[in-house]
């Protein structure tokens, strides 16, 4: 099992980007798939997820209205795409993956960063 994430990289304050998460090895449906963030000297923060069945999705407030979440099955590829990005919005991004039936997040990528300049 194995999760690739690409599409960080250098942004101005206003612009956008949109995050990757290319899965192997595994059945999609049976997972829950969330984004996490984490900036230097800061706790990871959980930034959105999907659900596996019904996919309901979840934001973080400091994100509502700027971020969505979706997933590709055919493409077995979860994507985060990030609109309006803040200078606060600046951290390396992990995708991670939640068995169907567990409560936690046992799949994670290998992060990319994301910086927004002012």
């Known amino acids: 099992v194995q999760l690739q994430a690409s599409g960080g990289g250098l942004v101005q304050a206003g612009g956008s980007l949109r995050l990757s998460c290319r899965t192997s090895?595994?059945?999609?449906?049976?997972?829950?798939v969330g984004w996490f963030r984490q900036a230097p000297e800061k706790e990871r923060e959980g930034v959105s997820c999907?659900?596996?069945?019904?996919?309901?999705?979840y934001y973080v407030d400091s994100v509502k209205g700027r971020f969505t979440i979706s997933r590709d099955k055919q493409k077995n590829t979860v994507y985060l795409q990030m609109n309006n990005l803040k200078p606060e919005d600046s951290a390396v991004y992990y995708c991670?993956?939640?068995?169907?039936?567990?409560?936690?997040?046992?799949?994670w990528g290998q992060g990319t960063q994301v910086t927004v300049s002012s």
């Open positions: 999907m659900s596996a069945d019904d996919g309901t999705e």
């Open positions: 991670a993956l939640r068995r169907v039936g567990r409560s936690d997040y046992s799949v």
């Open positions: 090895g595994l059945t999609l449906d049976r997972y829950a």
